[in-house]
């Protein structure tokens, strides 16, 4: 099924694979990170959640080695990282401005 999705949403891996060969548009994503990015695409650290629609958490990613942050729904092999941001935003309270979540389900920003 075609969608339209915001380019946030977007796992940057898949992003970069169609903006390099325009001519790979309409083919199948691949479904993994390719094994030589993998080391380049790692969590730094997580910089602020939001739940959507339909309760889908996604967490603001910002990655070693990129300039370039992005909100993804789960990041495999980050587990530990986002174990640790979800203890900390328990600690810290939902007053802190960086802690803040996003519930886009109720029209909150």
């Known amino acids: 099924e075609n969608t339209w999705e915001p380019r946030s949403s977007i796992p940057h891996f898949i992003v970069k694979f169609y903006e390099e060969d325009l001519t790979r548009l309409g083919t199948p994503a691949p479904s993994v990170l390719p094994q030589e990015e993998q080391d380049v695409c790692q969590v730094e650290i997580i910089l602020d959640k939001r739940v959507m629609k339909g309760k889908k958490v996604e967490y603001l990613i910002k990655w070693k080695n990129s300039d370039d942050d992005s909100w993804e729904?789960?990041?495999?092999?980050?587990e530990e990282i986002i174990q640790q941001f979800e203890m900390d935003l328990k600690a810290k309270g939902k007053n802190d401005s960086r802690t803040k979540v996003s519930n886009l389900e109720n029209g909150e920003i």
């Open 73 to 78: 729904a789960a990041v495999e092999g980050a």
